[in-house]
């Protein structure tokens, strides 16, 4: 069975500019969570969607967006990049059964975005 | 605040061995799970194993055991017969009941398994 899936592999973008990254999760998944990792650091939560719901938020500004389609596939969309979002952007995926803070998530590879 | 606490930026050891790495956790909440993930350098986060906080027993995924001790707040990975493949990243990470599917990071700990 296929594991989470993530595009691109890599990214180069400059200041100001906007881009998409998107996750296919494993089939059978319904939720999708994003992280955000620096270099040296552990990954950050961005969001959660759960069948197309927004079911968390973490401490990220109105630039970052991110939304879930029917397939439970998602994107993240981040507006107006700075030097300080170059990070590896992780995406997660799991079943989520009741609140779903006792299953695993399972990563995809994650998109390498470096801002020049 | 809702924190994990990884205090060995790195740790050697020798193939064959068995070595701990230390987690601590910081949570007024009772229910709650805690997870182990290795990241090769490649970047993917890979699950380890889980334990939830009303589990009884630690618990154990092949080679990877977890030293569950709630009175001290610690989840502490156990790696026995230590491989070269096991040199990577090592987090740990805790999700609350409340926050549903949220997992928060420790900073990780660098393994290096010598031959």
């Known amino acids: 069975d296929a594991g989470v899936t993530q595009s691109p592999t890599h990214l180069i973008k400059t200041r100001g500019q906007h881009v998409t990254l998107r996750c296919s999760p494993i089939?059978?998944?319904?939720?999708v969570s994003w992280y955000q990792q620096v270099l040296g650091q552990g990954p950050q939560f961005i969001f959660q969607?759960?069948?197309?719901?927004?079911?968390g938020r973490g401490n990220f500004p109105d630039r970052f967006s991110a939304r879930q389609f029917p397939n439970y596939s998602s994107e993240l969309n981040v507006n107006a990049l700075l030097l300080g979002d170059s990070a590896l952007y992780l995406c997660?995926?799991?079943?989520?059964?009741?609140?779903?803070?006792?299953?695993?998530?399972?990563f995809g590879d994650g998109t390498r975005l470096s801002i020049l | 605040a809702q924190k994990i606490t990884q205090t060995q930026p790195g740790m050697f050891v020798q193939e064959k061995e068995a070595v701990t790495l230390d987690c601590t956790y910081d949570?007024?909440?009772?229910?709650?799970?805690l997870f182990w993930y290795k990241q090769p350098s490649s970047g993917e986060m890979i699950f380890l194993i889980y334990?939830?906080?009303?589990?009884?027993q630690n618990a154990t995924e092949g080679r990877y055991s977890l030293n569950f001790q709630k009175a001290r707040k610690s989840a502490n990975l156990v790696i026995s017969a230590s491989q070269l493949g096991d040199s990577a990243m090592y987090f740990c990470?805790?999700?609350?009941?409340?926050?549903?599917?949220?997992?928060?990071f420790g900073q990780g700990t660098e393994l290096s398994v010598k031959p």
């Open positions: 997660a995926s799991s079943l989520a059964l009741g609140t779903g803070f006792d299953q695993p998530q399972h």
């Open positions: 949570t007024s909440d009772p229910s709650y799970g």
């Open positions: 990470a805790m999700s609350l009941d409340y926050q549903g599917g949220k997992l928060i």
């Open positions: 089939s059978g998944h319904k939720s």
């Open positions: 969607y759960y069948e197309k719901e927004e079911r």
């Open positions: 334990q939830g906080s009303y589990d009884q």
